[in-house]
T-cell receptor, first 114, second 114 residues
Framework: AQSVTQLDSQVPVFEEAPVELRCNYS??????LFWYVQYPNQGLQLLLK??????LVKGINGFEAEFNKSQTSFHLRKPSVHISDTAEYFC????????????FGGGTRVLVKP | DTAVSQTPKYLVTQMGNDKSIKCEQN?????MYWYKQDSKKFLKIMFS???????INETVPNRFSPKSPDKAHLNLHINSLELGDSAVYFC?????????????FGPGTRLTVL
């Protein structure tokens, strides 16, 4: 079975500073990787995804993530955050053969301070 | 136009009651899901339907019964509600072919059992 670990439950960061959210996964088969964002009292919105090809993936709102197969990681980064980036961020994996269900990490709350 | 919609947005009820949450998607997708997000923000798959056929059932108590009257709708009926059922329930949908990887989430239904 696959699993996803987000190492930081909360990340405080100052406005315009960079941020990195860590995600590691375990799976015996190839996976697709995703980052979703959940703004307060809202649903989940896809930030970016890795399916194949280039290991550096660019998403919406200036976010990017890098897939590292040897380290089974998919860390999310943004070079300069805004107050509006305050949200919960979820890393997730999908195994195509397993009904395409998403397995989520525990989430990382990003709190951007002025 | 809302792609994936859920009703109601909030649901407060007493223990022992039976309640339903409705989900509709207007994306023409083939597969729909229910996820549960607990008080610690942990997200877990509950069910998945493809063209009205159940394909994932993740050891959810049989008090929970999904119903798919057509492929645009996946409703969740819960019998004999318990305190532990309090959570936010998210519906999601996915296209089976083409960009089959991305799941689109509804805004969530916050269920509070008193």
């Amino acid at each position: 079975a696959q699993s996803v670990t987000q190492l930081d439950s909360q990340v405080p960061v100052f406005e315009e500073a960079p941020v990195e959210l860590r995600c590691n996964y375990s799976s015996s088969v190839s996976v697709y990787l995703f980052w979703y964002v959940q703004y307060p009292n809202q649903g989940l919105q896809l930030l970016l995804k890795y399916l194949s090809g280039s290991t550096l993936v660019k998403g919406i709102n200036g976010f990017e993530a890098e897939f590292n197969k040897s380290q089974t990681s998919f860390h999310l980064r943004k070079p300069s955050v805004h107050i509006s980036d305050t949200a919960e961020y979820f890393c997730a994996v999908m195994i195509k053969a397993a009904g395409n269900k998403l397995t989520f990490g525990g989430g990382t709350r990003v709190l951007v301070k002025p | 136009d809302t792609a994936v919609s859920q009703t109601p947005k909030y649901l407060v009820t007493q223990m022992g009651n039976d309640k339903s949450i409705k989900c509709e998607q207007n994306l023409g997708h083939d597969t729909m899901y229910w996820y549960k997000q607990d008080s610690k923000k942990f997200l877990k798959i509950m069910f998945s339907y493809n063209n009205k056929e159940l394909i994932i059932n993740e050891t959810v108590p049989n008090r929970f019964s999904p119903k798919s009257p057509d492929k645009a709708h996946l409703n969740l009926h819960i019998n004999s509600l318990e305190l532990g059922d309090s959570a936010v329930y998210f519906c999601a949908s996915r296209k089976e072919k083409g960009h089959a990887d991305t799941q689109y989430f509804g805004p969530g239904t916050r269920l509070t059992v008193l």
